[in-house]
């Protein structure tokens, strides 16, 4: 994201409202450098 | 960082450092001319232009055309089988980029780009770059993919999220693997559905999927191929997209996406082709 090749939209109408400041957050930590996100290219199972 | 992380930036890694020490040993390809502008470009699909991760590639490519830097033609949905032949005639026919994907042919296609070492070659690849004109890209787009899955995981009432996938590819499953990460970060108690269709573009087979998700009880899609979103909107239910934004043709039904912007890998190639300094590199 912080070089452009990806972005988040969300639908402000329908979403949680908190939700979406804690995203549009963690979106800031991302870019910044502060928080990473995993690199998980295995494959992912159901959970239910 | 998983183990499948560590494995994955290894193997890029290291053709990375192979690539350099052959550049270093005056081994890589050498150095190719300077071309005017427009550069000739052909991009090979496997699908419809229409389906959202080689529509990315082909708005892309169509910008670039637009600006007058390249004349671009396209082939969509060239079955693997016969993936390898139209590489070759588009290198025949004078093309200076070559570019598509090749995640069902990656041994074929690398051995197309060594017979035409003069062209260069900017395949959607799960491995590393090839000398000589061999350079490879991806979608990551991980990161908007875990903060849609901040938003999945709240909205959820059933706490249990449906996610339809084409393949169980690393280009895939990093995507859900993010996804769901970020949806456990909101919401501890959320369970996943998983399903693989089997193809890129199907759907049909997509929506037949997501159906059987929301009757087990998902109220929230993660919709990594198309059909998935036209089931929510017919159920009732909300939807995560991937790629590219369709919020505006199912309004009230997408949450949120991850897009990904190819232009920065697309523009980076077409400027290397044409200062003569394209080389087989990882363009992200």
């Known amino acids: ?48 | 960082m998983s183990r499948f992380a560590a494995s994955y930036f290894t193997r890029r890694a290291v053709l990375g450092l192979a690539a350099a020490a052959l550049a270093t040993l005056g081994l890589a390809a050498p150095a190719a001319a300077q071309k005017a502008k427009p550069i000739k470009v052909a991009a090979i699909y496997t699908v419809p232009v229409e389906q959202q991760w080689v529509g990315r590639i082909h708005q892309a490519l169509n910008a670039a055309k637009d600006r007058g830097d390249i004349e671009y033609v396209f082939s969509e949905n060239v079955a693997n089988t016969d993936y390898e032949r139209v590489m070759r005639e588009y290198a025949e026919a004078g093309n200076d980029l070559i570019i598509g994907e090749v995640f069902g042919v990656e041994r074929a296609a690398r051995k197309v780009a060594e017979a035409y070492p003069d062209k260069a070659f900017l395949m959607g690849s799960s491995f590393g770059p090839t000398q000589p004109n061999f350079s490879v890209f991806d979608n990551f787009i991980h990161e908007p993919s875990y903060l849609t899955g901040m938003i999945a995981g709240k909205a959820t009432t059933t706490n249990v999220i449906g996610m339809v996938g084409g393949y169980a590819i690393p280009e895939v499953n990093r995507l859900m693997s993010a996804f769901m990460e970020g949806a456990l970060s909101t919401n501890p108690d959320v369970k996943f559905l998983v399903s693989f269709i089997g193809s890129w573009y199907d759907p049909p087979k997509a929506k037949e999927a997501a159906f059987a998700m929301i009757d087990a009880k998902a109220d929230v899609l993660y919709a990594e191929r198309f059909g998935v979103s036209d089931a929510a909107k017919e159920r009732g239910v909300k939807a995560i997209g991937n790629v590219i934004d369709t919020a505006a043709d199912y309004p009230g039904t997408i949450l949120a996406s991850a897009l990904w912007h190819m232009e920065p890998t697309i523009d980076r190639a077409i400027a290397a082709v044409i200062a003569g300094t394209f080389e087989p590199a990882d363009y992200g």
């Open chain 1, 1 to 48: 994201m912080a070089y452009d090749g990806g972005s988040f939209v969300v639908d402000e109408a329908i979403a949680d409202k908190a939700t979406v400041e804690a995203a549009k957050a963690k979106e800031k930590e991302i870019k910044d450098g502060l928080f990473r996100v995993n690199v998980n290219d295995a494959e992912p199972k159901p959970t239910l």
